[in-house]
């Protein structure tokens, strides 16, 4: 067995997609099952309820030394603001 080095990326991805194809399967799409409707013994998901008062324990609860979430706001910020922006975030 002969093995070939390279530097291109290109070729790098070319390798890496080969070698995947041996290890996964191919499905058959067509005989993937029906989905069916499921219901929870709990009630649908617009029966929770959630207010000013429940925003504000999780704003409180905020680490500040933890990274900022995908809306890239820093939690020690948030905790900062928490009673200026808790009913507006209650109200989304």
Do not use: W
């Not at 609860?61 to 209650?90: M, S």
Request: aromatic share 6%; charged share 25%; with cysteine.
């Amino acid at each position: 067995m002969t093995m070939e080095v390279t530097s291109s990326e290109q070729e790098m991805a070319q390798e890496l997609n080969k070698f995947f194809i041996t290890v996964f399967t191919k499905e058959n799409l067509a005989s993937v099952p029906a989905i069916q409707q499921m219901t929870c013994q709990y009630g649908q998901l617009f029966d929770i309820h959630v207010d000013d008062s429940v925003v504000m324990k999780k704003l409180e609860k905020l680490r500040q030394d933890k990274a900022p979430g995908a809306d890239d706001i820093q939690p020690r910020y948030l905790k900062e603001i928490a009673e200026e922006i808790c009913h507006a975030v209650h109200s989304l």
